[in-house]
């Protein structure tokens, strides 16, 4: 096993095929580890760390740095700074740490971080675990069965084509499911709950995204200002266009409340087992609904301003 220290200046350091220490200090610095299980500290500086071959360890610390796991599972820290931190191939560990940093899990079921920062994280491949901590960051699944929790901040989430859980945390955070049957829950603040095309959710209790969380509109008394109301979550269903038929591609919907269907481009919902099912019609047939979301273990009596129509 090789222990190399590179010392102030810009360094180039290279490992042997054992476990090898490398520190690059102070500088700006290249650390390779190739092949072994590596430990590579970058030091003072932008700095850029490549594991290779091996289950590796790659500390950033300060300065703008980039960490690169590449084969193996690999454990990936970026310290203080804006930092990429790219897992590669395996089962990786990537924290962020402080800064806006970018993190992308790729191949393999991951563990992703983002600490403090406004920072952007990618699942890729794999059945991926992403935590955004604090700061406004935006998650996205990729593919595999995700777990996404914003944590702390304004948030965005996004999910894959599989079965994924969004947890939004605290702020005014925007969930969005994308295909699968998903559970969403936004956690404390106004969050928005966005659907695309119809497919995002799905005819059939066995089938529909959850709303785990639905927090309606909600009105406190104000002395001297009569009643005040709290925005609650809203539905996002403006990307969806109303009436397939249409030929401008961009129809609104139009709310209906508990009515039945009489034309297309209407959202309407009813109560069923303690839940709230919304419905969508795209086509002019009334008696077929093209997607159901379930607001779960509540029934609401919804109005307009829940939804993005």
Known sequence: MDTVY???GNDRISGSDGDDKLFGDDGDDRLFGNGGND?????AGNDNLDGSDGDDTLFGDDGDDILNGNGGNDHLYGGAGKDFLFGSNGADYLDGGDGNDNLQGADGNDILLGGNGNDWLSGGEGNDNLYGGEGNDELVGGTGT?????ENGDDTLVGGNEVDSLFG???KDLLFGNLGRDQLTGGAGSDIFQFRTTADSAVGAGNRDQILDWTPDSKSYVCHKGFVTVQGDQIDLSAIDADSRASNGDTAFKFIGCGNFTAAGQVRYFFENGN???QLNTDNNRCTVE???QLTGIRDHLVASDFIL
């Open 291 to 293: 997607s159901e979301i």
């Open 169 to 171: 945390g605290a702020g």
């Open 146 to 150: 995700n777990e996404l929790y914003g």
């Open 276 to 278: 709230t099912i919304v």
């Open 6 to 8: 590179g010392g102030a």
């Open 39 to 43: 430990e590579l500290h970058g030091g």
